[in-house]
Every structure is written in structure tokens, then in C-alpha cells.
């Protein structure tokens, strides 16, 4: 059966351009598009994909590719979409990767499978030419918190959250709001707590507010990383009376800090974290809430509307985002004014 690399390769093409020919994108050129569909009808290669298409649809299997599925923000998407599926009689195929390179692998490899009906991508920020080749699939593909401008895709607003977080410290009267997140560069290309840190830098800059060296921490997604910079923090000179945590699990390496340090939140610091996942609530953590099984939920949603469907455009949908305030964040008052640790008291902590 011919394959998108024969159509792109007989009509001189990039596979990104088949892919958009295919899905009626308006950003061809007419005489690429024409040149385009006539290597598709010289290939037969609608009959080819139709053909494939036909022969998955008796598997009824959806795919659901996911980075470190045990963390807990995936684990509650993963909730959402097997929630949604499993009435409908879909075996869940769940693919979880680990390492950039076999998140690659997996990306090329799916394209060319004809025993799944759909597949859902959490989290996994897509290159141009792979969101392009699931485009472009036998089978229907949506993402779940990263998006491709080929591919359906359900997101939140990280920026918008971000803000929302530094605000409500802002409104407490804090000034002194420090920022913990995860390097901007890393393998896997994840830009939320990027995002979450633009957020936080616009609301600082709206309301006139410095920030003052020192006070962004990045490190791994692990809250081990969190304390040890949320300890670096509370040593500082002039320490913050608040922190913006890019993550719940981030917040509560913060929390483990005050503990190991002698500090109490709120009455030393406050502490707002991010995504609202299981244990936030048992701390009371003050947190920006983002739909995580919903997000999943829809996710499958939109997979089963797509399968019940002849065609297809790509689109966005981007869910809310809330404030839940709890006891980890409070008024700034004189006792948020933290003193300096005693270096030797650190040194143990850490």
C-alpha cells in the first residue's frame, strides 16, 4: 500500500504538506494542492488509507501515549480517558515512555500501525513532522495538554495560570514572591512550567514589582529538587514572603523545607502550587486548579466523536482554570517577614 513518504516524495513535497492537503488546510498553494492530489489518485493512496482504516476498525483498541504515567498529574488524565473508553468496549493499549529517544521511536512507529482505531497523546510536546505523520494516519489521533496545529487538541492557558497564582499572592500583599519551577531547555521539550513562569514574571511586572535575584529556582520535576532550592530560597539575605510553585509536587517539597528549616506556612511564607492533584486538599495546599480528569475525559470524548465521523478539522479547546484557596497561603503581615537561617542549620537541613 502506498504510504504519506510515496505521495510526498512523487508530488516534491514535505509530508507536513500532504498532511494539510488531506485535511483540507487552506495554507496550500493551489498549484501544490493540485499537484499534491494528483500523486494521491496516480498512488491510490485515499483507497490505500480507507483500506487500512477499514481493517482497524475490528480492533477496537485505542492507544494513549504518555510520559511517566505514574506521576500524578497523568495518572488523573489517565483516569479520565479509561473512564470515558471502557463503556464503549475499547481495550486501552498504554504506552508509556520514559526516555526522549523512545518517545521518538514510539512516534514513528505508530503512524505505520493497522491494529489501533484511535490514539490519545498526553503531555508529549509533538514535533512539526510528527504531529504531521498522526495527522496524516489511518487512524484518528487527539492530543491531551500539548497541541500540533494538525491534530485536535484540549489544553489549559499555563500563562493564564501562572498570572492567577501571583495574583492572588499579590492581593495578599505580598511583594517578595519567589518563583520554583524546571528549566525552560530539557529533553522531552515540556514548556508548561516555562509558560507558568511567564505568568508569574507578567504579574510581577503588572503590579510594579521586582524580582529580586535569586528568587527563580529551577530544577527536576521531583520534590526532593523543590526543597532543597525552597531551602536555598528561605537562606537568602532578603527572603521571599511567598512562593509560586510550578507544580503541587513541587509545593510540597517547599512544604517539606519549612518543615526540616523550623518554618511554618503561612505565618512565615505563604505557598500556592499547581494542578490540584489528590494530596493538595490532605495539606491544604492553596493551589491553581487545572481540569486533569476532565481533560482526559474530553480528550476521549472528542477520540470517540472522530471515530463516529467521516472527517475531521483540527481545532483547540481550552479548558478553565480555578483558584482553590486553602491554608498554605495568608495576608502578608510582619511574622511573613522570614529571618535569615543560620548557615549551619542549612548545611544539616539539606
Do not use: C, W
Amino acid at each position: 500500500m502506498a504510504t504519506i513518504e510515496d505521495v510526498a516524495a512523487r508530488a516534491g513535497v514535505g509530508i507536513g504538506t500532504v498532511s494539510r492537503v488531506l485535511n483540507d488546510s487552506p495554507q496550500v498553494r493551489p498549484a501544490t494542492r493540485a499537484r499534491v492530489l494528483e500523486a494521491i489518485q496516480e498512488l491510490d493512496y485515499s483507497s490505500s488509507r480507507a483500506a487500512k482504516s477499514s481493517g482497524r476498525r475490528s480492533s477496537q483498541s485505542i492507544a494513549v501515549l504518555v510520559p511517566f504515567f505514574d506521576q500524578p498529574a497523568a495518572y488523573q488524565r489517565l483516569r479520565g480517558i479509561v473512564g470515558q473508553l471502557q463503556p464503549h468496549g475499547f481495550e486501552i493499549v498504554l504506552m508509556n515512555v520514559e526516555s526522549t529517544a523512545q518517545a521518538r521511536s514510539r512516534l514513528m512507529e505508530l503512524p505505520r500501525r493497522g491494529d489501533i482505531d484511535g490514539l490519545l497523546v498526553i503531555s508529549l510536546p509533538l514535533s512539526d513532522e510528527e504531529g504531521d505523520r498522526l495527522a496524516a494516519s489511518p487512524f484518528r489521533t487527539v492530543l491531551v495538554d500539548t497541541r500540533h496545529a494538525a491534530l485536535p487538541s484540549i489544553v489549559i492557558d499555563d500563562r493564564l495560570g501562572g498570572q492567577l497564582a501571583t495574583n492572588h499572592l499579590i492581593d495578599l500583599r505580598h511583594e517578595r514572591i519567589a518563583f520554583i519551577g524546571e528549566p525552560r531547555q530539557n529533553p522531552f521539550g515540556f514548556n508548561s512550567s516555562g509558560h507558568r513562569e511567564d505568568g508569574y514574571l507578567h504579574a510581577m511586572s503588572t503590579a510594579g514589582l521586582e524580582v529580586l535575584p535569586g528568587y527563580v529556582k529551577y530544577g527536576p520535576h521531583l520534590r526532593s529538587a523543590a526543597r532543597a532550592m525552597a531551602i536555598e530560597l528561605l537562606s537568602l539575605p532578603v527572603p521571599p514572603t511567598a512562593i509560586v510553585a510550578a507544580s503541587d509536587v513541587q509545593a510540597l517539597g517547599v512544604l517539606e523545607a519549612a518543615a526540616s528549616t523550623g518554618h511554618s506556612v503561612p505565618e512565615h511564607f505563604s505557598l500556592i502550587g499547581y494542578d490540584d492533584i489528590e494530596f493538595s486538599s490532605y495539606v491544604g495546599l492553596t493551589t491553581i486548579r487545572q481540569p486533569l480528569f476532565l481533560s482526559g475525559v474530553r480528550g476521549a470524548e472528542v477520540l470517540l466523536g472522530l471515530l463516529a465521523s467521516e472527517g475531521s478539522r483540527p481545532f483547540t479547546e481550552q479548558l478553565g482554570l480555578e483558584l482553590i484557596a486553602r491554608t498554605t497561603t495568608a495576608p502578608m503581615t510582619s511574622a511573613s517577614d522570614v529571618p535569615r537561617l543560620h548557615q549551619r542549620r542549612v548545611g544539616r537541613s539539606a
